[in-house]
């Protein structure tokens, strides 16, 4: 079975703080992880994808097997960072992720001027 | 590209009734998922298909059904409405290992 646990339900920081939004995952083959964000009003989009390494909008993650952890960072957040963000995970077999992506059940994050 | 396209946006019913509601995927994804996104569960995983073929099934009952036609567009369909089925219902089209998701739809059962 795969879960994806974000134990923050609210997250709120002030402008200029860093951020770190925390996901843990459990599955027992080869995962490929995920970040989603969700501006208010707008459709769900894809943020982070582990495999790539990039850094999107000032935002870093590093997959951790050892602690099966994905953890959201970013050094310095801005208030336009306000947004639902869900941490999802994905079976892959042969580096064919399948379109089954199992979601945590969100991080709100606030962040005040 | 033109994103993804699910209609209609909003729908409300009565329970015992049925409906069907659509997925248009970005051109040339051949993957459609479906989730059921509710304040108290979260977003959950429908099934998905590909090639006109269910690739793979969550945990719902036979009442959610849905099918893929030759363009990859893709229908759900819930039968015998509940009002627990009042949620809001995402479609995601895959490319690359990636899902883009649509607006969705709003689905009231009264």
């Known amino acids: 079975a795969q879960r994806v646990t974000q134990p923050e339900k609210l997250l709120s920081v002030f402008k200029g703080a860093p951020v770190e939004l925390k996901c843990n995952y459990s599955y027992s083959g080869s995962p490929e992880l995920f970040w989603y964000v969700q501006y208010s009003r707008q459709r769900l989009q894809l943020l982070l994808r582990h495999i790539s390494r990039e850094s999107i909008k000032g935002f870093t993650a590093d997959l951790n097997k050892g602690e099966t952890s994905f953890h959201l960072k970013k050094p310095f957040a801005q208030e336009e960072d306000s947004a639902m963000y869900y941490c999802a995970l994905s079976g892959s077999i042969g580096g064919t992720s399948y379109g089954k992506l199992t979601f945590g059940q969100g991080t709100i994050l606030t962040v005040h001027p | ?110």
């Open chain 2, 1 to 110: 590209k033109a994103g993804v396209t699910q209609t209609p946006r909003y729908l409300i019913k009565t329970r015992g009734q049925q409906v069907t509601l659509s997925c248009s995927p970005i051109s040339g994804h051949r993957s459609v998922s479906w989730y059921q996104q509710t304040p108290g569960q979260g977003l959950q995983f429908l099934f998905e298909y590909f090639s006109e073929t269910q690739r793979n099934k969550g945990n719902f009952p036979g009442r959610f059904s849905g099918r893929q036609f030759s363009n990859s567009r893709s229908e759900m369909n819930v039968s015998t409405l509940e009002l627990g089925d009042s949620a809001l219902y995402l479609c995601a089209s895959s490319g690359w290992g990636e899902q883009y998701f649509g607006p969705g739809t709003r689905l009231t059962v009264t």
